[in-house]
């Protein structure tokens, strides 16, 4: 409700529709997910938060092939994410690219070696 009052408030404010993107995805509305993550990249086409989240969305939509544009553009605007790196490489690694997939793990490890230890897919982050 506090997304929907920012929005109502000031409907340009990009975090507010990816914030509610995020809170949409984690109840299980991926595709309303999609639309607010659409409109916080519309608003705010540096906003690297927002392409991290949807490539989460559409990788869990199966889309991977947009999931890893996604991923990619989040890496572009801010390359020392590894949470990017390593999502993107779990994605990699379902489509077989077995080499991408490594190369980015190994750039996520690089930047954060906590992630060495992770089992599946970082979620959403506001």
Do not use: C, M, T, W
Not at 11 to 27: F, I, T
Not at 58 to 70: P, V
């Amino acid at each position: 409700r506090d997304f929907n009052k920012a929005i109502a408030l000031d409907p340009r404010y990009a975090r507010a529709y990816g914030n509610r993107g995020v809170a949409k995805s984690s109840l299980g509305d991926q595709h309303g997910a999609l639309v607010d993550l659409n409109q916080a990249i519309a608003l705010a086409p540096k906003y690297a938060n927002a392409y991290y989240n949807r490539g989460v969305v559409k990788n869990n939509l199966g889309d991977q092939q947009g999931a890893l544009a996604d991923y990619g553009q989040a890496i572009k605007l801010d390359p020392k994410d590894a949470d990017s790196y390593y999502n993107r490489g779990l994605v990699k690694q379902k489509l077989k690219d077995v080499a991408g997939a490594e190369k980015d793990f190994a750039k996520a490890y690089e930047l954060d070696p906590s992630l060495r230890f992770k089992k599946r897919a970082i979620p959403h982050r506001s």
